[in-house]
């Protein structure tokens, strides 16, 4: 039996062909091998006629035209050999080119997301249509994989947008709407969805009578005309910004460049060549092989509704209502109303109230466009914004976010007077960030309706969100949960209760290790430094100050109380705390941010607050091993996480650390990291520190692992 097929052919009008994809038993389309192949033998069909007059192309899909390559099928083959990679390349250039050599010309009638090799097909087509359609993009994300577009993109795209829009496209990895396209050239109509494939039809007859397509497939063969003092400036400019972002820690935004400058000098054939050999440069690089994960990381959490149990399904969520007006209170009333979910705010205080709904109304309004607040936008949002004190109508919510100060006492008593009032079926849920979910729900009538649902700061950017499972928490409480995360635009994780949770318990002894090292003399830039190096967005000592000494400090004793072997209670943050020094917020911490623009700058009083404390060992300490003394702890408290059945999969771990810390995505994630290091070498590196006692001994796990050989992703 042959495989159901993804691309039919029909023939709206008798000289008119359409191609429609359509992949059986799947959400989007894809172009995996199978489909190529399909489609260069529908392309055998239509050019074996002399009768038509043109090909539309066109997807079946709601949202989708093409989601771009298989990506699992580029996993696969991440050890092929460079020359096999330039064959893949020319493959797909060469099928692709076929489009803008038919004996007619080829339009793309693209209503949806059209990204990847979905984008490079659409490219290859002499014209582009876009819809009105809210979903409708097309983008070359292929950067943001460590590659980028290798079936011609990278040849196309300037020659029919110019040199600069292609390298701000390709680039940055960044996608477009209709509306930006057409601006730009590269969709020559937009219309309604339900327009679509007629207009597309209107643009070959007009085609035909012009000849326009003809010219364009002469001119778009040869180099682009440019100056080279043009050139020259726009590849120092784009070099240096994109050095400027990457760090020089992502490569492919700069392999794509050279190969776009390159190739614009160069006939079409010549820049498609050159783009097979730089691709087979850049594909199955650790850095490829990483990114490649975190996209499987984030497609797995989209599919991942939190729970394992059959024929549980996950309750509606219509109002919600946050308790506490604060700095993330705001936060979690405003990522409600962007995603149109209705909000009643509450606080004990009015003025906190007050500040808080101008917060929220001042970010649900702002115009990313024109970096300015909408009037319209506010109005609207306004109307779903409940800035309320009265219980009665916290009551009609269907979930309940607590969102108070992180005291237990509080809280609870927040939820005893609350429970009674709220609709049998409605969720309660807490933000904590340290206490325990069970503790919270001890004296509750419904725990099973208790859950955490931790969200973190700031919580317009960061997209993690851990849901935090008590004792007696339903599988259908936490099913709602991470459904409601999701329809707020996070990805959620479902962790077990314990100190820390995940994110947080993983951070602690990172930051508890940049505190010992700082004691042992090691100068502050030189700790962060070592955490750049690696990656980290910053340093743990600017992060104290920016999560704030006197919160870390109070976290940190939560974890001393549950570990006490493995932290040190280090003296110099309560030493800052008591001198009012608490980071960022007060303009004093390890830094100094008393300036114009509230930046840090080293302060080298703070150093009467560390000096007491010193215990210099008289050993000296290299960049490498201040990078593994931060990195270790937190990767042996990972399988610590593991053994506690704290997550419900590795990847989660790895999902969490990026989203929710920062971790850096071209390292693949913690627990990818340490599968690329090996755990035989992870020991190794364990060895030099085991005067410093329980917190750098090897675990049960890691042990174990050794021994077989094995690799967390394999668990
Ligand atoms: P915040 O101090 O900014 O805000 C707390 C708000 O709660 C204040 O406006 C206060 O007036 C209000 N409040 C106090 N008692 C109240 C009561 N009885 N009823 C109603 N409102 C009351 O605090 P925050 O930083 O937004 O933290 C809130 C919660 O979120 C804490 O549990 C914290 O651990 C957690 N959290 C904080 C962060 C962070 O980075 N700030 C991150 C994740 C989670």
């Known amino acids: 039996m042959t495989e159901a097929a993804t691309i039919t052919t029909s023939f709206p009008e008798a000289d008119i062909a359409l191609l429609t994809f359509d992949m059986p038993d799947k959400g989007a389309n894809v172009l995996s091998r199978a489909v190529m192949q399909e489609l260069s033998q529908r392309l055998d069909e239509l050019e074996k006629r002399t009768d038509l007059a043109g090909l539309v192309i066109v997807s079946n899909k709601p949202g989708i035209f093409i ?50 090799g979905g984008a490079e097909l659409a490219v290859w087509c002499d014209r582009r249509i876009m819809t ?49 396209a057409y601006k730009m050239g590269l969709a020559e109509d937009i219309v309604a969805e339900d327009d679509l494939q007629a207009a597309a039809i209107r643009m070959i007859r007009e085609e035909q009578e012009t000849g326009a397509y003809l010219k364009d497939r002469t001119q778009r063969a040869l180099p682009i005309e440019m100056n080279p003092t043009e050139l020259g400036f726009l590849g120092a400019t784009a070099s240096a910004y994109i050095q400027s972002q990457t760090k020089g820690q992502y ?58 149990s059959n024929g549980v399904k996950p309750r509606k969520i219509e109002r919600t209502s946050v308790i506490g007006a604060g700095i993330m209170g705001c936060g979690i009333a405003a990522a409600n109303l962007k995603r149109g979910v209705p909000v009643c705010l509450s606080d004990a205080a009015e003025a906190a109230l007050q500040r808080g709904v101008r ?81 919270l729900a001890a004296d509750l009538k419904r725990p099973e309706q208790f859950i955490g649902i931790h969200f973190f ?55 508890n290790e940049a505190m010992a090292l700082l004691q042992e003399g090691v100068e502050i830039a030189r700790i962060d430094k070592a955490a750049k190096r690696f990656g980290m967005p910053m340093g743990p000592i600017t992060l104290y100050d920016m999560v704030g000494i006197d919160t870390s400090f109070y976290a940190g004793r939560t974890m001393y109380d549950a570990f006490p072997d493995r932290t040190i209670a280090s003296p110099i943050l309560p030493a800052l705390v008591k001198a009012g020094r608490l980071g960022q917020k007060s303009g004093k911490g390890f830094f100094n941010y008393e300036n114009k623009k509230r930046r840090a700058q080293p302060d080298p009083d703070v150093q009467q607050y560390i000096q007491p404390y010193l215990k210099p060992t008289g050993e000296e300490i290299s960049d490498a091993q201040i990078s593994d003394r931060l990195f270790l702890p937190m990767l042996l408290e990972a399988t610590r996480v593991i053994e506690a059945n704290i997550v419900r999969n590795v990847r989660d771990i790895d999902l969490g650390l990026i989203f929710g810390l920062g971790f850096p995505p071209y390292k693949g994630g913690l627990m990818f990291w340490a599968d690329t290091v090996g755990v035989a070498n992870l020991r190794e590196k364990l060895k030099p520190f085991a005067g410093l006692g329980a917190r750098f001994e090897s675990t049960a796990l890691l042990d174990e692992m050794a021994q077989g050989n094995k690799k967390f992703y394999q668990m």
């Not at 893949?88 to 050599?101: A, D, I, N, V």
């Not at 809210?134 to 300037?158: D, S």
């Not at 970010?363 to 990313?368: G, I, M, N």
């Open 457 to 511: 700061n700031p919580v317009r950017k960061m997209k993690l969100v851990e849901v935090i499972r008590g004792e007696k928490t339903s599988d259908e409480t936490v099913a709602t949960a991470v459904g409601y995360a999701k329809r707020l635009g996070k990805f959620p994780i479902v962790v077990n209760d314990g100190p820390g949770f995940l994110v947080n318990r993983l951070l602690f002894p990172y930051m």
């Open 132 to 180: 009105t359609h809210a979903k409708t993009e097309i983008g070359f994300p292929e950067v943001k994989l460590g590659i980028f577009p290798g079936w011609g993109g990278t040849a196309r795209l300037p020659r029919l947008v110019g040199l600069s829009n292609a390298v701000e496209m390709i680039t940055s990895g960044e996608s477009l709407n209709a509306e930006d």
């Open 67 to 116: 989601a771009g390559a298989d990506i699992s099928e580029f996993v696969a083959s991440l050890e092929i050999a460079a020359e096999e990679t330039a064959t893949m390349c020319r493959f797909g250039q060469s099928l692709f080119q076929r489009l803008s050599s038919m004996n007619f010309p080829t339009v793309a009638a693209i209503n949806g997301i059209c990204v990847g």
């Open 251 to 308: 490569p492919a935004p700069l392999a794509a460049l050279e190969v776009l400058l390159g190739g614009s000098m160069e006939s079409v054939d010549a820049a498609l060549e050159m783009e097979a050999i730089g691709m087979s440069q850049l594909f199955g690089t650790p850095v490829n092989a990483a990114l490649f994960n975190v996209f499987f990381l984030t497609d797995r959490n989209k599919k991942d509704v939190g729970i394992t």
């Open 359 to 439: 917060l929220v109304i001042d970010e649900v309004a702002y115009d990313k466009q024109t970096k300015q607040k909408n009037a319209d936008r506010a109005i609207e949002y306004s109307s779903q914004l409940n800035a309320t004190t009265s219980d009665s109508e916290i009551a009609q919510s269907d979930l309940v976010i607590e969102a108070v100060v992180e005291t237990l006492e509080l809280k609870k008593r927040i939820y005893s007077r609350l429970e009674p009032q709220l609709n049998e079926n409605a969720i309660l849920a807490s933000n904590t960030s340290t206490l325990p979910i069970t503790q």
